[in-house]
């Protein structure tokens, strides 16, 4: 019985000893959250605070925000207008053959800059040559008969004077003077036709140009009904081209159109990059197209260099007008949202104040400031997106160094000038203390 019983009360004691050993570890685990939470509020106060200075001067995160700035100035905006065209000639020539025959010679190359009255091909001319000589020979005979017929004539006149001879004999004679006079007239004709066929058997350039690709070769026989002419020549100086602006643009060119201006035009490459030629408006069209929604109209150049091309595509930039004394910002000051168009203006306290302004014409780099902004004040653009009116901001003009950088480079420079009258060590090499031996490193 003695064994039963105390075989009974053992695990009664276990158990309470675990308790107590649960209850220690529940002690020390609050124990150490508690130390976990006193070091995070020495921490947080130990933290330097928003708007304060951490050690060497520099602003922590909610300080005066880091902005690049420069000043609105006073200056002259041109006022363009931009339309895209392609080049075209003033004459464009397919040349063809007033005759038929074969080509016994190409006087000319391909490229080749021609003037009026340069030959160009040579067809055979033996034929027309024939032809001539017989219009000749047909011409002399009929001479020969109507001067046979004058006579006849005069001879008719005196015998009918002394009534030897009836008078209807005498005006048979008179039709056939008249008869042979027109067939005298034909043939002399026949001559000139004969004469200008070996004329037109050398084609030569009828404009001043440059002569595109040969589309016959020598030994080719050629009609007057060619399907691709023979050469095509082009007129490059002067030349011009046309382009497109849209309908909203048109009022304020005819204004200066109607008070005489002549506008000068600029042509630019493809991309908008390279400078091709200047010229000046032309003309325009009389009807803007329903379909776009544009009105053409026709630059002229003088193409001396001939940097423009027949069929080449340009930008046109129509000068319009020139705005004197304007103010002019960068285009990156330049903020639109919820308050419309505005831009950050720095204060002299170090603080920005949101304005609003009325914008003009403007390029790829400034714009016009039209109302809202004086030359001379200062205008954020770099650095406005996280910008709100009132902000403080540490201003650093546009194309200055940055501060770190600048302090470095003072920094250096005072180290360069108190290190003046040591002499100048390798690099590595610890510069020597007082006492003879290196510095020590730092």
Do not use: C
């Not at 000893?17 to 150490?32: G, I, P, S, W």
């Not at 520099?58 to 200056?75: D, E, H, K, Q």
């Not at 007033?98 to 033996?126: H, N, T």
């Not at 026709?298 to 260099?305: D, I, P």
């Amino acid at each position: 019985m003695n064994d039963i019983h105390g075989r009974g009360e053992a695990p009664a004691a276990t158990t309470e000893t675990e308790a107590n050993t649960r209850r220690a570890l529940l002690r020390k685990v609050a124990l150490a959250v508690a130390a976990l939470l006193v070091l995070a509020l020495v921490a947080w106060a130990l933290t330097p605070k928003a708007g304060t200075k951490a050690p060497g001067g520099r602003f922590t995160a909610g300080g005066p925000m880091p902005v690049v700035g420069t000043a609105a100035r006073s200056g002259d905006m041109p006022v363009t207008l931009i339309g895209l065209g392609a080049v075209t000639p003033i004459a464009t020539v397919t040349v063809q053959s007033q005759i038929s025959g074969q080509i016994v010679k190409v006087l000319f190359k391909e490229g080749q800059a021609v003037k009026p009255g340069d030959p160009l091909f040579q067809i055979d001319p033996r034929p027309y040559q024939v032809a001539l000589e017989q219009a000749q020979g047909a011409l002399a005979r009929d001479k020969a008969l109507l001067a046979n017929a004058h006579t006849d004539l005069e001879r008719y006149q005196t015998l009918l004077a002394q009534d030897s001879i009836a008078e209807q004999t005498l005006a048979t004679q008179k039709s056939l003077v008249v008869q042979d006079e027109g067939t005298v007239k034909a043939d002399q004709a026949a001559v000139d036709a004969a004469k200008l066929n070996l004329v037109y058997a050398h084609i030569v350039s009828p404009i001043s140009g440059r002569a595109g690709l040969q589309q016959v070769n020598l030994g080719n026989y050629i009609t007057p009904s060619e399907p691709n002419g023979l050469v095509v020549i082009a007129q490059l100086k002067p030349i011009t081209a046309m382009f497109s602006l849209p309908e909203d643009q048109i009022p304020p060119l005819l204004v200066q159109l109607h008070a005489g201006k002549t506008l000068p035009v600029t042509a630019w490459d493809r991309t908008h990059t390279n400078k091709l030629a200047t010229g000046v408006l032309q003309s325009i069209d009389s009807t803007i197209d329903p379909t776009t929604g544009t009105l053409k109209m026709k630059a002229s150049f003088a193409n001396e260099e001939e940097t423009l091309f027949p069929q080449q595509f340009v930008n046109i930039e129509l000068l319009l007008n020139t705005l004197q004394g304007v103010v002019l910002v960068p285009q990156s000051a330049i903020q639109r949202g919820a308050p419309g168009t505005y831009v950050y203006v720095v204060n002299q306290d170090e603080t920005v104040s949101l304005r609003k302004v009325t914008l003009g014409p403007g390029n790829a780099n400034d714009i016009v400031v039209q109302q809202g902004l004086r030359a001379g004040e200062t205008v954020v653009t770099d650095g406005a997106d996280k910008l709100k009116d009132g902000a403080k901001v540490s201003l650093r003009r546009a194309g200055a160094p940055p501060a770190a950088a600048a302090a470095a480079a003072a920094s250096e420079s005072s180290a360069s000038k108190g290190q003046g009258q040591h002499r100048r060590l390798p690099a590595g090499q610890a510069a020597p203390t007082d006492h003879g031996g290196p510095a020590p490193a730092q």
